[in-house]
Nanobody
């Protein structure tokens, strides 16, 4: 079992930056791959980025490649999402999620993730 708490959301102008944090408690970080997803009103929850400590693998959704960076601090059990060059279409609730490393699902598929945070709102004004 792991508990996830996101923070760092807010209102920013287009072109600006934000850094989201996801603090995990419970089992150690190394037992999970960590992902970020986002959901805009009336839309599906979409993949943003994921990181797997073992092997150092990182994945990004096409819409955020080159603008967003996922990273983590294993000692602090915290994963970050650095978001640059933000666009109005990045506006959404951003969720942190954890997938057990023994699970063989796709990093891009939200159904692969067993644990979720409560979400943090990111609003980008034009």
């Amino acid at each position: 079992q792991v508990q996830l708490v996101e923070s760092g959301g807010g209102l920013v102008q287009a072109g600006g930056s934000l850094r989201l944090s996801c603090a995990a408690s419970g089992r150690t970080f190394s037992s999970y791959a960590m992902g970020w997803f986002r959901q805009a009103p009336g839309k599906e929850r979409d993949f943003v980025a994921a990181i797997r400590w073992s092997g150092g693998r990182i994945f990004y959704g096409d819409s955020v490649k080159g603008r967003f960076t996922i990273s983590g601090d294993n000692a602090k059990n915290t994963v970050y999402l650095e978001m640059n060059s933000l666009k109005p279409e990045d506006t959404a609730v951003y969720y942190c999620a954890a997938m057990p490393i023994y699970y063989s699902g796709s990093y891009y598929d939200r159904t692969s993730y067993h644990y979720w945070g409560q979400g943090t709102q990111v609003t980008v004004s034009s």
